[in-house]
C-alpha cells in the first residue's frame, strides 16, 4: 500500500517517471508474492481501490511521454501512414521555405516499437483498474476508469472526425479494449443506472462503432450488440440513431431492429399482456399517454431524416418526411425541459434541411422545409426565448438561417415581377438578420459567417437603389456586430465591405453622424493591416460635409505613399469643388514625388487630362505630361546604364522593364483594399491597374477621363508627348545618359525640380482660376 500511496503522490507532482517506477515495483511484488494481493472481496476494499487508482495513475503518466512526443495513444506506429500524393493545386499552395514546426517526429523502427508497447501498456492498465474496481464493487471507480479511457483517447477521436483512415492505424488491443468497456455498460457487468453516465456511454459506443467500421468489421452494428440505446437518453439516442443510419446507409447493411432497442423505462412502465406469445416483443407504447415525452421516437425520426438522401426518387423522399413529420406532431415538449425544447427545435431544423436537398422536388421541398421552420420556432418572426441555453439559441439561429435558404430559393427573376422579387429577397435578409442576432448572442463562429455571408449574397440586387438600400441599414449593422462579436478573420476584404456597404445607405440619407460611428466599429473590428478602405471611407466622408482632411490624415497610421495617394485621388473623384479637387490631385502627385514612386506619372496623365476637362490652360496639362516624360526617361536611362554595366540585352527598354515593376507594385503592395467601394464611379484609378484617365506605362496613348468621357486635347497631348520621348531617344540618349549614369542623386534632384517646377507653375496657375 506504501508504495501505491508514493505511486499516487508522484502523479500529483506531475514525476511520471519516478511515478512509473514506483507503481512498476508495486506490481511487480504482487505478482511475485500472490499472499500480498488484496482481498478476497468485500475485505481490504482500500487495498483494492489503491491498486485500482496506481494502474490509472500510470496510464496518465506514459499518456505524457505520448504528448511529449505528439503521438497519439491507441495508434500503432508500426504500422505505416499511408502516402497520400498531392494535387498540383495543394503543391502550388504549399511554400517550401516555410518551418515545417508542427510535423510529427521522424522515429526509428525501435522507437516506435517501444512507444507502442507503451500504448498497449496504457490501455492493459486502464483495463486492469476498471476490473479490479468491478471486482470490489467499487462501481464509481469504473466508471472514473472509463473516463480516463475517453480522456486518454480523445484526441484520437477527434482526429479520426477529419481524417477517417487514421482509424485502420489503431492497435488490435485499443479495438478489444473498446469493445470490453461495453459490457461495463450494458449486459451481466453494467453499471447501476445512478453511476452510469449518458454521454460518455454514448461517446464510446460511438467509438467502439467507428474505428471497427473503418476496419471491415460491422458487428457493432448488430441489434444485440447496440443494447446500449436502451439505457441512455434522447439526445443520446438521437446522435447515435444517426450515425448508426449513415453506416448502413453506406455499408449497405440492413437497419437495426427498433422496436428491440426502446428505451428501458417504456418496457418496464408497459403493462404486461397474458395473451402474448412467450419471447414476442413487447408493443411501442400510446404516445398519447404524455405528449411531452418524446417515447423513443427520436430514433425513428433521426432513421427518416438520415434516408431521406438515399431515396431513390421525390416521391419516396416525402414519404419518408410524412412519416417524420407525423411522429414530431405527437410530440410537445414541456416548457420546463430545455435540453426536450433544444432537442424539438433541432429535429425540425434537420428536417427541413433535408427537404430543400435532392431527390425532393425544388417547390415540394421548400413548402416542408417552411413548414418545418415554422415548427420549430412557432412563428419566423418569433422573438429570442429568454433564459435559453446557448444550445437551444444556437439552434434557433440555425433555423432561422434555413427559413432565409426557403424565402432565397424561391426567387425567380425570369417569372416573378420586380415587387415579388424585392418582397422575397426582404423576407430572406430578414431571416438570416435574426440569425446574425442568434450568433451575436451564442458568439457561434459558424453561424455569424452563414449569416452574414448568407445576408449579403441576397442583399446584393438591393443595394442598386436608394429606395431599397434604406431598408438595409439595420440588417447590415446586425451582420457586422455579428462578424465583430466573433472576431471573425476568413474574408477581411469581405468584411471590409459591409462596412463600405453601410457607408453608401447612410451617405444617401446624408446621416455623416452614423457613418463616423460606424466606422469607429469598423476600426476596433477590422485589423490594422487591413484599414486602408476604412480609411479611404473616413477621408470622403469628411470631404462630403466640407471639414478639412488634412488632419484626418495626418492620423492616419497607414504610412505607404501608394495607399495615401490613392485616397487623394479617391477624394478627387468625389469631390463637388474644382478647388477640392485640384487640392487632391496636388497632394497626391506630391506624396508620390516626394517617395520617387514611378506611379507619379501616371496621377499626372490623369491631372492633366482633368485640367482640360475643366477648361484650365492646355499648357498647364502639357507640363504634368512633360514633368512625366522626364522621369520615364530617366528611368529608361537608369535601365540601360544597368544593362550595359551587367551585360543585358540593350533592346530591351523600358517598355518591359517598368511595366514588370508597375505590375509588381500593383500585386503585392496596393492591394484592391485601398480602393473605395466599385461603384464609385467618379474614381476607377488603380496605380499600374490600367485607369482610363491616363496610359499604362510602357504605352503612348492617354485615354479618356475618369469619368468615362475623355477629351481630345487630352489625347493628341498625350500621343505628342509620346512621339517625342520615342522620336527623341536616340538623339538625347547621350546626353541624358550621362546626367541619369553620374549618380543617382543628381536623377532625383532633375525629377524632383521638374515635379515641384511643374506641380507649382500649373497649381498656381489653376488654383487662381479654380479660386
Given at each position: 500500500?506504501?508504495m501505491?500511496?508514493?505511486?499516487?503522490?508522484?502523479?500529483?507532482?506531475?514525476?511520471?517517471?519516478?511515478?512509473?517506477?514506483?507503481?512498476?515495483?508495486?506490481?511487480?511484488?504482487?505478482?511475485?508474492?500472490?499472499?500480498?494481493?488484496?482481498?478476497?472481496?468485500?475485505?481490504?476494499?482500500?487495498?483494492?481501490?489503491?491498486?485500482?487508482?496506481?494502474?490509472?495513475?500510470?496510464?496518465?503518466?506514459?499518456?505524457?511521454?505520448?504528448?511529449?512526443?505528439?503521438?497519439?495513444?491507441?495508434?500503432?506506429?508500426?504500422?505505416?501512414?499511408?502516402q497520400?500524393?498531392?494535387t498540383?493545386?495543394?503543391?502550388?499552395a504549399?511554400?517550401?521555405?516555410?518551418?515545417?514546426?508542427?510535423e510529427?517526429p521522424?522515429?526509428?523502427?525501435?522507437?516506435?516499437?517501444?512507444?507502442?508497447?507503451?500504448?498497449r501498456?496504457?490501455i492493459?492498465m486502464?483495463?486492469?483498474?476498471?476490473?479490479?474496481?468491478?471486482?470490489?464493487?467499487?462501481?464509481?471507480?469504473?466508471?472514473?476508469?472509463?473516463?480516463?479511457?475517453?480522456?486518454?483517447?480523445?484526441?484520437?477521436?477527434?482526429?479520426?472526425?477529419?481524417?477517417?483512415?487514421?482509424?485502420?492505424?489503431?492497435?488490435?488491443?485499443?479495438?478489444?479494449?473498446?469493445?470490453?468497456?461495453?459490457?461495463?455498460?450494458?449486459?451481466?457487468?453494467?453499471?447501476?443506472?445512478?453511476?452510469?453516465?449518458?454521454?460518455?456511454a454514448?461517446?464510446?459506443?460511438?467509438?467502439?462503432i467507428?474505428?471497427?467500421?473503418e476496419?471491415?468489421?460491422?458487428?457493432?452494428?448488430?441489434?444485440?450488440?447496440?443494447?446500449?440505446?436502451?439505457?441512455?437518453?434522447?439526445?443520446?439516442?438521437?446522435?447515435?440513431?444517426a450515425?448508426?443510419?449513415?453506416?448502413?446507409?453506406?455499408?449497405?447493411?440492413?437497419?437495426?431492429d427498433?422496436?428491440?432497442?426502446?428505451?428501458?423505462?417504456?418496457?418496464?412502465?408497459?403493462?404486461?399482456?397474458?395473451?402474448?406469445?412467450?419471447?414476442?416483443?413487447?408493443?411501442?407504447p400510446?404516445?398519447?399517454?404524455?405528449k411531452?415525452?418524446?417515447?423513443?421516437?427520436?430514433?425513428?425520426?433521426m432513421?427518416?431524416i438520415?434516408?431521406?438522401?438515399?431515396?431513390?426518387?421525390?416521391?419516396?423522399a416525402k414519404?419518408?418526411?410524412?412519416?417524420?413529420?407525423a411522429l414530431?406532431?405527437?410530440?410537445?415538449?414541456a416548457?420546463?425541459?430545455?435540453?426536450?425544447?433544444?432537442?424539438?427545435v433541432?429535429?425540425?431544423?434537420?428536417?427541413?434541411?433535408?427537404?430543400?436537398?435532392?431527390?425532393?422536388?425544388?417547390?415540394v421541398?421548400?413548402?416542408?422545409?417552411?413548414?418545418?421552420?415554422?415548427?420549430?420556432?412557432?412563428?419566423?418572426?418569433?422573438?429570442?426565448?429568454?433564459?435559453?441555453?446557448?444550445?437551444?439559441l444556437?439552434?434557433?439561429?440555425?433555423?432561422?438561417?434555413?427559413?432565409?435558404?426557403?424565402?432565397?430559393?424561391?426567387?425567380?427573376?425570369?417569372?416573378?415581377?420586380?415587387?415579388?422579387?424585392?418582397?422575397?429577397?426582404?423576407m430572406s435578409?430578414?431571416?438570416?438578420?435574426?440569425?446574425?442576432?442568434?450568433?451575436?448572442?451564442?458568439?457561434?463562429?459558424?453561424?455569424?459567417?452563414?449569416?452574414?455571408?448568407?445576408l449579403w449574397?441576397?442583399?446584393?440586387?438591393l443595394?442598386?437603389?436608394?429606395?431599397?438600400r434604406?431598408?438595409?441599414?439595420?440588417?447590415?449593422?446586425?451582420?457586422?456586430?455579428?462578424?465583430?462579436?466573433?472576431?471573425?478573420s476568413?474574408?477581411l476584404?469581405?468584411?471590409?465591405?459591409?462596412?463600405?456597404s453601410?457607408?453608401?445607405?447612410?451617405?444617401?440619407?446624408?446621416?455623416?453622424?452614423?457613418?463616423?460611428?460606424?466606422?469607429?466599429?469598423?476600426?476596433?473590428?477590422?485589423?490594422?493591416?487591413?484599414?486602408?478602405?476604412?480609411?479611404?471611407?473616413r477621408?470622403?466622408?469628411?470631404?462630403?460635409?466640407?471639414?478639412?482632411?488634412?488632419?484626418?490624415m495626418?492620423?492616419?497610421?497607414?504610412?505607404?505613399?501608394?495607399?495615401?495617394a490613392?485616397i487623394?485621388?479617391?477624394?478627387?473623384?468625389?469631390?463637388?469643388?474644382?478647388?477640392?479637387?485640384?487640392?487632391?490631385?496636388?497632394?497626391a502627385?506630391?506624396?508620390?514625388?516626394?517617395?520617387?514612386?514611378?506611379?507619379?506619372?501616371?496621377?499626372?496623365m490623369?491631372?492633366?487630362?482633368?485640367?482640360?476637362?475643366?477648361?484650365?490652360?492646355?499648357?498647364?496639362?502639357?507640363?504634368?505630361?512633360?514633368?512625366?516624360?522626364?522621369?520615364?526617361?530617366?528611368?529608361?536611362?537608369?535601365?540601360?546604364?544597368?544593362?550595359?554595366?551587367?551585360?543585358?540585352?540593350?533592346?530591351?527598354?523600358?517598355?518591359?522593364?517598368?511595366?514588370?515593376r508597375?505590375?509588381?507594385?500593383?500585386?503585392?503592395?496596393?492591394?484592391?483594399?485601398?480602393?473605395?467601394?466599385?461603384?464609385?464611379?467618379?474614381?476607377?484609378?488603380k496605380?499600374?491597374?490600367?485607369?482610363?484617365?491616363?496610359?499604362?506605362?510602357?504605352?503612348?496613348?492617354?485615354?479618356?477621363?475618369?469619368?468615362?468621357?475623355?477629351?481630345?486635347?487630352?489625347?493628341?497631348?498625350?500621343?505628342?508627348?509620346?512621339?517625342?520621348?520615342?522620336?527623341?531617344?536616340k538623339?538625347?540618349?547621350?546626353?541624358?545618359?550621362?546626367?541619369?549614369?553620374?549618380?543617382?542623386r543628381?536623377?532625383?534632384?532633375?525629377?524632383?525640380?521638374?515635379?515641384?517646377?511643374?506641380?507649382?507653375?500649373?497649381?498656381?496657375?489653376?488654383?487662381?482660376?479654380?479660386?
Amino acid at each position: 500500500m506504501l508504495m501505491c500511496r508514493t505511486g499516487l503522490e508522484a502523479h500529483r507532482a506531475e514525476e511520471g517517471p519516478f511515478a512509473i517506477e514506483v507503481i512498476n515495483k508495486a506490481m511487480a511484488a504482487i505478482e511475485q508474492f500472490p499472499e500480498l494481493s488484496f482481498g478476497p472481496p468485500p475485505t481490504e476494499v482500500e487495498g483494492g481501490l489503491l491498486l485500482a487508482a496506481a494502474a490509472y495513475a500510470k496510464a496518465d503518466c506514459l499518456a505524457w511521454e505520448m504528448e511529449d512526443h505528439a503521438l497519439l495513444c491507441g495508434i500503432d506506429e508500426e504500422i505505416e501512414e499511408p502516402q497520400q500524393e498531392a494535387t498540383a493545386g495543394e503543391e502550388a499552395a504549399t511554400n517550401p521555405d516555410e518551418d515545417s514546426e508542427d510535423e510529427a517526429p521522424q522515429l526509428s523502427s525501435e522507437e516506435k516499437a517501444e512507444f507502442s508497447n507503451k500504448k498497449r501498456e496504457i490501455i492493459k492498465m486502464l483495463l486492469f483498474g476498471m476490473a479490479k474496481s468491478y471486482e470490489f464493487g467499487q462501481h464509481w471507480m469504473v466508471a472514473n476508469g472509463l473516463a480516463h479511457w475517453w480522456n486518454l483517447h480523445l484526441d484520437l477521436v477527434w482526429s479520426s472526425h477529419e481524417n477517417p483512415a487514421l482509424l485502420t492505424r489503431t492497435l488490435k488491443e485499443y479495438r478489444e479494449g473498446l469493445q470490453e468497456t461495453q459490457k461495463y455498460l450494458v449486459g451481466e457487468c453494467q453499471l447501476p443506472d445512478d453511476e452510469l453516465k449518458k454521454n460518455l456511454a454514448s461517446v464510446l459506443t460511438l467509438a467502439n462503432i467507428n474505428v471497427n467500421a473503418e476496419v471491415g468489421n460491422l458487428a457493432p452494428l448488430e441489434t444485440d450488440q447496440l443494447m446500449v440505446l436502451k439505457r441512455v437518453g434522447a439526445l443520446e439516442r438521437k446522435e447515435l440513431m444517426a450515425r448508426i443510419v449513415r453506416l448502413c446507409k453506406e455499408k449497405e447493411k440492413p437497419l437495426p431492429d427498433l422496436t428491440r432497442l426502446r428505451p428501458a423505462r417504456l418496457e418496464a412502465s408497459a403493462p404486461a399482456d397474458p395473451k402474448a406469445k412467450k419471447g414476442a416483443a413487447a408493443p411501442p407504447p400510446d404516445a398519447g399517454a404524455d405528449k411531452s415525452d418524446l417515447q423513443g421516437n427520436e430514433a425513428d425520426i433521426m432513421v427518416a431524416i438520415q434516408s431521406m438522401r438515399s431515396a431513390k426518387d421525390g416521391a419516396e423522399a416525402k414519404t419518408i418526411v410524412d412519416q417524420a413529420v407525423a411522429l414530431l406532431q405527437k410530440w410537445t415538449p414541456a416548457p420546463n425541459d430545455e435540453s426536450m425544447l433544444t432537442l424539438w427545435v433541432e429535429l425540425w431544423t434537420r428536417l427541413g434541411r433535408n427537404c430543400i436537398q435532392p431527390p425532393m422536388q425544388g417547390s415540394v421541398g421548400s413548402k416542408y422545409a417552411l413548414m418545418c421552420c415554422i415548427q420549430g420556432l412557432g412563428k419566423v418572426d418569433a422573438a429570442m426565448p429568454r433564459y435559453a441555453s446557448p444550445e437551444r439559441l444556437r439552434w434557433r439561429g440555425a433555423c432561422h438561417g434555413l427559413c432565409g435558404e426557403v424565402f432565397a430559393g424561391l426567387v425567380d427573376p425570369q417569372k416573378q415581377e420586380k415587387e415579388s422579387l424585392t418582397k422575397l429577397r426582404r423576407m430572406s435578409v430578414e431571416q438570416f438578420e435574426r440569425c446574425c442576432e442568434y450568433a451575436v448572442s451564442t458568439t457561434n463562429y459558424a453561424l455569424a459567417s452563414f449569416g452574414a455571408t448568407s445576408l449579403w449574397n441576397v442583399a446584393l440586387p438591393l443595394m442598386h437603389s436608394a429606395e431599397t438600400r434604406k431598408l438595409l441599414i439595420e440588417p447590415l449593422l446586425k451582420a457586422t456586430r455579428a462578424l465583430a462579436a466573433v472576431k471573425y478573420s476568413d474574408d477581411l476584404f469581405f468584411f471590409a465591405g459591409l462596412y463600405a456597404s453601410l457607408y453608401d445607405c447612410y451617405a444617401d440619407q446624408a446621416q455623416w453622424d452614423k457613418i463616423h460611428e460606424v466606422l469607429n466599429e469598423a476600426f476596433a473590428a477590422i485589423p490594422a493591416s487591413s484599414q486602408r478602405r476604412l480609411w479611404a471611407l473616413r477621408m470622403l466622408a469628411l470631404s462630403r460635409q466640407g471639414k478639412n482632411v488634412n488632419v484626418a490624415m495626418g492620423k492616419m497610421k497607414e504610412t505607404q505613399a501608394k495607399a495615401q495617394a490613392n485616397i487623394w485621388l479617391v477624394l478627387a473623384g468625389a469631390s463637388a469643388q474644382v478647388k477640392d479637387q485640384l487640392n487632391a490631385y496636388s497632394k497626391a502627385i506630391s506624396v508620390l514625388q516626394s517617395a520617387q514612386q514611378p506611379e507619379v506619372v501616371e496621377v499626372r496623365m490623369q491631372f492633366a487630362d482633368w485640367l482640360l476637362r475643366n477648361g484650365m490652360s492646355s499648357i498647364d496639362a502639357l507640363e504634368q505630361l512633360a514633368a512625366g516624360a522626364d522621369m520615364l526617361l530617366e528611368i529608361e536611362e537608369g535601365s540601360d546604364d544597368e544593362d550595359e554595366e551587367g551585360g543585358g540585352d540593350p533592346d530591351e527598354g523600358f517598355y518591359g522593364n517598368v511595366g514588370e515593376r508597375f505590375g509588381k507594385d500593383v500585386v503585392e503592395e496596393d492591394d484592391a483594399s485601398s480602393i473605395a467601394p466599385s461603384d464609385w464611379d467618379k474614381s476607377e484609378s488603380k496605380f499600374g491597374g490600367g485607369s482610363r484617365a491616363g496610359s499604362r506605362a510602357g504605352g503612348s496613348r492617354a485615354g479618356g477621363s475618369s469619368k468615362g468621357g475623355g477629351s481630345r486635347a487630352g489625347s493628341r497631348a498625350g500621343s505628342r508627348a509620346g512621339s517625342k520621348m520615342g522620336g527623341d531617344k536616340k538623339k538625347r540618349k547621350g546626353k541624358s545618359k550621362s546626367r541619369a549614369g553620374a549618380s543617382s542623386r543628381g536623377g532625383s534632384r532633375h525629377g524632383s525640380r521638374a515635379g515641384s517646377r511643374a506641380g507649382s507653375r500649373s497649381g498656381s496657375r489653376a488654383g487662381s482660376r479654380a479660386g
